[in-house]
């Protein structure tokens, strides 16, 4: 059996899933607020001062700290099932489908949240490994329960879930620097 790795926004999308499903859970006004709000830690990544983990935690904390679960996860399904078709890039979804008709395992790796990229990758048939939001009683806590599947991370993922030496051929697709060590692990990778 053969291995397809899969980045998600940028190669599978054609925009960001994290920048549509902000201004769909709290709608445009209250998105350039709060983006106003985030502004300082932006630069401070975009500078290399904090990381991309750190910025986008504080971009969540800023979004969503306190938001009920029940509420936040009910509006992540609703994003998956209403507008995450309409991002996805028809060419690559077919590459990625094509891997299925081969029997090859695939797998999304993803920067994004499990709570919206879930619903989408259960709908395909798609296995996921992605970022994860911390909840406690009943609410947002501010914080990420996994570490951002970004850059390294991506690799730790890989490795802790899967034994890529099983694969005959191992398949990666991505499109920024953020796959680049997920693409060393394969025999066969794509930067878009």
Same mark, same amino acid.
């Given at each position: 059996?053969?291995?397809?790795?899969?980045?998600?926004?940028?190669?599978? &999308?054609?925009?960001? +899933?994290?920048?549509?499903?902000?201004?769909?859970?709290?709608?445009?006004?209250?998105?350039?607020?709060?983006?106003?709000?985030?502004?300082?830690?932006?630069?401070?990544?975009?500078?290399?001062?904090?990381?991309?983990?750190?910025? @986008?935690? /504080?971009?969540?904390?800023?979004?969503?700290?306190?938001? +009920?679960?029940?509420?936040? @996860?009910?509006?992540? %399904?609703?994003?998956? /099932?209403?507008?995450?078709?309409?991002?996805?890039?028809?060419? %690559?979804?077919?590459?990625?489908? #094509?891997?299925?008709?081969?029997?090859? %395992?695939?797998?999304?790796?993803?920067?994004?949240?499990?709570?919206?990229?879930?619903?989408?990758?259960?709908?395909?048939?798609?296995?996921?490994? +992605? &970022? %994860?939001?911390?909840?406690? #009683?009943?609410?947002? &806590?501010?914080?990420?329960? &996994?570490?951002?599947?970004?850059?390294?991370?991506?690799? +730790?993922?890989?490795?802790?879930?899967?034994?890529?030496?099983?694969?005959?051929?191992?398949?990666?697709?991505?499109?920024?620097?953020?796959?680049?060590?997920?693409?060393?692990?394969?025999? @066969?990778?794509?930067?878009?």
């Amino acid at each position: 059996m053969n291995l397809a790795l899969f980045d998600f926004d940028g190669t599978l &999308t054609t925009k960001d +899933s994290l920048d549509e499903f902000l201004k769909y859970s709290v709608g445009k006004k209250e998105y350039f607020i709060k983006m106003f709000k985030f502004l300082p830690y932006l630069v401070l990544w975009q500078t290399k001062i904090m990381s991309n983990s750190a910025a @986008k935690e /504080h971009l969540f904390r800023i979004f969503f700290k306190g938001v +009920s679960e029940e509420l936040f @996860k009910k509006r992540a %399904r609703d994003f998956s /099932h209403e507008k995450l078709d309409l991002i996805i890039n028809q060419e %690559r979804l077919n590459i990625l489908r #094509e891997h299925q008709s081969n029997g090859d %395992r695939v797998v999304i790796v993803s920067a994004s949240m499990q709570c919206w990229l879930q619903p989408w990758c259960d709908k395909n048939n798609i296995e996921l490994l +992605s &970022t %994860r939001l911390e909840f406690k #009683e009943g609410e947002f &806590t501010g914080r990420f329960l &996994t570490k951002n599947c970004h850059g390294k991370e991506k690799e +730790s993922r890989i490795k802790e879930f899967l034994k890529v030496e099983d694969y005959k051929v191992v398949y990666a697709y991505g499109d920024s620097s953020g796959d680049k060590e997920m693409l060393e692990l394969a025999h @066969k990778s794509i930067l878009y």
